[in-house]
């Protein structure tokens, strides 16, 4: 017998499909902003980046230390000793410094409320090769996990893209937060059953993204009795933990099963996965981690992270870094106090011009509801709107849909990638471009350059200044917030 | 219901094979020089530990690689945040050079056209990803790198079915090998999607021949596959024939740079062997195909290479200075060290494998075997491990057809522990040796004193007071 081969059967499925995700319309913003990024004094009529959930507002405490301990690095001269044996170092149980520090830092952005075990931190390339790495151990092709609504695009990529699983939406509504319920989960269970899909697990973000919202004790005990009544595993992404702000304060699901709250559960269903993209702001470094209470997954876990270990030389830095207690300490509070004011000032600036956003306390981000400038509360609709955020108001935003949330007009804002003076100009485009919007948005798209139109501000630019070096609601000083009214 | 996924609960990640086991029994009692003199030496890790004081001064001399500079402006920030998929591009740059230097700039590499990943374990992985269903298949030559098993089937589900060699023709490739393994997935129902050689070999240390080359490049042609060469070793060539990559071989057949079998040819590198850096997880597929680029650089987000490390990477390979002092430095103690492990393995009475890349030799001890048997072979590499105190690698590990061979390791350690590893070795062949021809003897003695109580009995007969003869 031999086979017949067209060219393209050269290649497997899954390089050929679309199961990476990306022609999916979430990338027009960024293709947008790649074309015309926007740039202070080079182009300061370019897009705006609010489509990168990055951190960027703590690098001087970093770059500070990195000065202050030069053994931290393996190439200069106070540390060169250490080159040898951290270049040939590929163990994939990791160096145990790194392990023993990242578990002390998981402890602490927990408040020290549980602690983890330096043992059970299994290495992947990222919170994305983590993802993959737990459902490459926990389920088989087809079998599914369910995920709420809305939820991060990656997903789509990262769990279902190489391991041939399904994910199942479980339906979450703005009528009460967005909040993740019992009913919602076992109809989602319960309808995938019925279709003979086998349901493997469940994946919950908390803190949520796209929502920048924390998941409240009773709704963990809640999610915690269901999977161990349906003996289904929980996933728990927890990369956005140290982002919390301010209350109601983060509960880690390691403090629901740690036993104290009287709920019992099978620990072998238990998985968080972890990274210091967020937290610290290094996503270039590739920091993912994979911390389960099941023996047999963190043996499985280890193995596979063969194809994704973290370099030894970011090892050796993260550990040197991650055990200087008053360095963690003075970061991880600065940390939420700066997020907390740009979180403040963005929600603040919007609500000026009647925007509301999801009352959130943590995240890199907000979740922002234009539902009333749609024209119709239609997916179009919100992609229309979209395109003129993006063409007009050049600002690259994510729209809800691109997170798979049920109801139009919600948008993903990001507001911790920027500096402070960038933040000015994309709030007073906001603001501009709702305030100029009598009527909601056509969904054929009519071209309008609304940088043409008269921009009515009832204050002259001198009287701006006056405004704002004595304004009371400005929590930044020298920061040109406008409040105007029309 | 089973709690986890299948390939959690199998144990084709391979971790059971003996390669693995010996690993354990090193980690339990290591070799240090002072604080454990009786430990077991470690020659199963093909590491490359003979070149680093030379990383060291380079870095001494550039500071600014060194704290996350540069032109003496911190980059952190910049560094930190730089995820993007498609590399570095100063460090893609610079890599595609050392590449085209390490193969004597005959042919060059476009930077567009390389992937990074996390270390070639994660680029062996992905091109699987990319080229095969599974199911499917890809042809080996035997002996191979245990690592495969993990890395080319365990999530993938693609199948290994081996390209038989043998001592007989020091193990190169032939045709009827080739049109073998081939038949023998077809039987297996396995549709096969390409071959796949680690030139240099691993564990062999040869470099693969024009005439194997010829014969791949024309079988994948006509059977309209893929060809994946690991070149990983390719620095690592110390003597002649030199090393050929298998996109010269491309270009000296004349094909056209947009023909079908450009396409099917992909190459796997990384820096864990030629510059020893193992740690870095600096690994990348280099292919002609676009699609396949454009595939294996959107998975290579399960296992991008840290930005510290490219960038600390693209300073030091850019500096061509450096580079060709490290190739032909590197080469040199390579070569003297492969020459110091062969001539110990003579004193032994060992012979390896003629070969001239690598960090290890293929050893030949057959002639140590009980019986011509894996049994007999596992007998063996058991009293070496524990009894000799070496870890080296059963030929079995790496799917080799005759039992007998080991490969055994010479760039991972200091001179003095390779000397003391061949004394140890020369110490166990030479008692072998003697408890052999002693067990020879006395079975010879044992039938010589079996006549002799014939003749002493017939003698008794004869005359009763003559004494028996003393063995």
Not at chain 1, 322 to 335: G, I, N
Request: hydrophobic share 40%; proline share 4%; charged share 25%.
């Amino acid at each position: 017998m031999s086979f017949t081969v067209s060219s393209k059967q050269l290649l497997s499925k899954i390089a050929t499909g679309d199961g990476h995700g990306e022609n999916s319309p979430y990338f027009d913003g960024w293709k947008a902003y790649d074309n015309d990024p926007f740039h202070p004094t080079n182009n300061s009529n370019g897009v705006i980046q609010m489509g990168l959930a990055e951190n960027q507002l703590c690098f001087d405490l970093v770059q500070d230390w990195i000065l202050d301990n030069p053994r931290a690095s393996i190439c200069t001269p106070e540390g060169v000793d250490e080159f040898r044996d951290i270049a040939i170092f590929q163990d994939y149980h990791g160096l145990p410094e790194f392990r023993e520090a990242v578990a002390k830092f998981m402890g602490k952005v927990r408040r020290d409320r549980v602690t983890f075990d330096p043992d059970r931190i299994v290495m992947s390339g990222g919170a994305t090769g983590a993802h993959e790495m737990v459902t490459f151990c926990l389920a088989d092709p087809g079998e599914a996990f369910l995920v709420p609504v809305p939820y991060y695009p990656g997903f789509d990529r990262d769990l279902k893209w190489r391991t041939g699983i399904q994910l199942i939406p479980v339906h979450c509504e703005s009528a009460n937060g967005f909040k993740v319920t019992r009913d919602a989960l076992e109809e989602a269970y319960e309808k995938t059953e019925s279709e003979n899909i086998r349901v493997k697990g469940l994946l919950i973000t908390n803190p949520s993204n796209p929502l920048g919202t924390i998941l409240d004790r009773e709704t963990l005990r809640s999610i915690v009795r269901f999977i161990n009544e349906k003996s289904i595993h929980l996933v728990c992404d927890e990369i956005y933990a140290a982002t919390v702000f301010s209350q109601p304060a983060f509960v880690s699901i390691s403090e629901i099963i740690a036993g104290d709250d009287g709920i019992k559960c099978n620990t072998d269903l238990i998985h968080i996965v972890y990274s210091l993209s967020k937290d610290m702001g290094f996503p270039g470094f590739r920091v993912g981690i994979v911390y389960s209470y099941n023996d047999a997954v963190v043996n499985c876990a280890r193995k596979m992270s063969s194809f994704g270990l973290v370099s030894s030389q970011t090892q050796h830095l993260i550990a040197a870094m991650l055990s200087d207690d008053v360095f963690v300490k003075r970061f991880l509070a600065e940390s939420s106090r700066r997020l907390g004011i740009r979180h403040k000032v963005f929600t603040r600036g919007l609500a000026q011009v009647g925007i509301s956003c999801l009352k959130s306390n943590a995240g890199l981000f907000l979740w922002m509801d234009l539902h009333r400038l749609l024209k119709e509360q239609t997916l179009e609709a919100e992609m229309a709107l979209w395109k003129v955020i993006i063409h007009e108001v050049k600002l690259n935003v994510s729209p809800g849909s691109s997170f798979h949330c049920p109801e139009p007009g919600w948008f993903r804002v990001c507001i911790a990638n920027m500096d402070d003076h960038t933040m000015e100009v994309a709030l007073k485009r906001i603001r501009s471009f709702v305030l100029q919007k009598k009527e909601p948005v056509v969904v054929p798209n009519k071209k309008k350059c609304w940088q043409d139109h008269n921009l009515r501000l009832s204050f002259s630019a001198r009287r701006f200044d006056d405004f704002l070096m004595a304004s009371p609601h400005s929590p930044i000083p020298h920061s040109p917030l406008v409040q105007a009214r029309t | 219901m089973r709690l986890l996924s299948r390939k959690a609960s199998c144990n084709t990640h391979g971790q059971d094979s003996s390669y693995f086991l010996g690993w354990q029994e090193y980690e339990k009692n290591p070799y240090d020089e002072v604080k454990n003199p009786k430990g077991i030496i470690q020659m199963g890790l093909a590491e490359n530990q003979l070149s680093f004081h030379l990383l060291e001064s380079w870095l001494a001399k550039n500071p600014d690689a060194a704290g996350f500079k540069r032109d003496g402006k911190s980059i952190f920030r910049e560094l930190a945040l730089f995820q993007d998929y498609h590399g570095l591009p100063a460090f893609k740059q610079a890599l595609v050079d050392f590449m085209s230097e390490i193969r004597g700039n005959k042919v060059t590499f476009d930077p567009n056209h390389i992937v990074l990943t996390a270390g070639a374990t994660s680029a062996n992985e992905t091109l699987m990803f990319c080229l095969a269903e599974p199911g499917e298949a890809f042809l080996l030559p035997t002996p191979y790198y245990p690592g495969f098993d993990r890395d080319l089937k365990w999530r993938t589900g693609v199948e290994i079915v081996p390209i038989h060699c043998t001592s007989s023709n020091g193990f190169q490739i032939t045709e009827a090998a080739l049109n073998q393994a081939f038949e023998e997935a077809e039987n297996r129902n396995l549709r096969v999607k390409g071959v796949l050689v680690t030139n240099p070999s691993n564990p062999l240390g040869t470099t693969m021949t024009s005439n194997e080359h010829n014969l791949l490049v024309s079988f994948i042609e006509a059977k309209k596959i893929h060809l994946i060469s690991d070149e990983i070793y390719s620095g690592t060539v110390f003597t002649s024939p030199g090393f050929v990559s298998v996109m010269e071989i491309l270009k000296n057949r004349n094909y056209d740079k947009f023909s079908e079998v450009w396409k099917r040819v992909h190459v796997v590198y990384s820096l864990s062997k030629d510059l020893g850096l193992p740690g870095f997880r600096v690994g990348a597929i280099y292919s002609n195909d676009e699609m396949v680029v454009a595939a294996a650089t959107k998975m290579s987000s399960f296992g991008l290479v840290s930005s510290q490390t490219q960038y600390l990477l693209s300073a030091m390979l850019s500096d061509r200075n450096f580079t060709k002092k490290y190739i032909s430095e590197n080469q040199k103690r390579l070569k003297k060290r492969h020459g110091m492990l062969v001539s110990g393995l003579q004193k032994a009475g060992v012979s390896c494998l003629k070969s001239n890349a690598g960090l290890f030799c293929w050893v030949d001890m057959r002639h140590l075997l009980r019986s011509n048997t894996f049994e007999a072979e596992m007998e063996l590499w058991k009293k070496i491990v524990y009894d000799v105190k070496l870890n080296i690698s059963p030929g079995s590990s790496c799917h080799c057809t005759e039992p007998g061979w080991f490969r055994v390791c010479f760039a991972n350690m200091s001179e003095e522990t390779l000397e003391l590893a061949m004394q140890r070795l020369k110490s166990f062949v030479t008692e072998y040796n003697r408890i052999n021809n002693s067990n020879k003897e006395s079975s010879a003695k044992n039938s010589r004193r079996r006549s002799l109580t014939k003749w002493v009995f017939r003698l008794s007969f004869d005359g009763a007071d003559r004494q028996p003869e003393e063995r």
